[in-house]
């Protein structure tokens, strides 16, 4: 199974910044980011693929950004003007060939963002 090694998990003052790294042992294609609140579901928060393209969920575009290296094996997500709604557990996710994230074959552990007053 590919392994996916998230890291960056914190905790930030709300408006505050954090950056979010995942690296997956093997290159892949659609690498990205799920979210889960505390009593809510896992959500998506954003991907990139192959190609560069890039995909945001309504509540984080224009406030994250996600980029990836140029082997196609680590991505980061940083995360400007946080809100408290941005709280939660935060999982990398991933396909090796699939182009999008609509179904992730491969999971990280999760790490945990906290926000602040």
């Known amino acids: 199974q590919v392994q996916l090694v998230e890291s960056g998990g914190g905790q930030v003052q709300a408006g505050g910044s954090l950056k979010l790294t995942c690296a997956a042992s093997r290159s892949m294609n659609a690498m990205g980011w799920f979210r889960q609140g505390p009593g809510e579901g896992r959500e998506f928060v954003a991907s990139?693929?192959?190609?560069?393209?890039?995909i945001y969920a309504e509540s984080v575009k224009g406030r994250f950004t996600i980029s990836r290296d140029s082997t196609r094996n680590k991505v980061d997500l940083q995360m400007d003007s946080t809100y408290y709604e941005d709280a939660g557990d935060y999982y990398c996710?991933?396909?090796?060939?699939?182009?999008?994230?609509?179904?992730?074959?491969?999971w990280g552990e999760g790490t945990q963002v906290a926000i602040s007053q």
């Open positions: 996710a991933a396909n090796q060939l699939v182009a999008s994230l609509n179904y992730p074959d491969q």
């Open positions: 990139i693929n192959n190609r560069g393209t890039t």
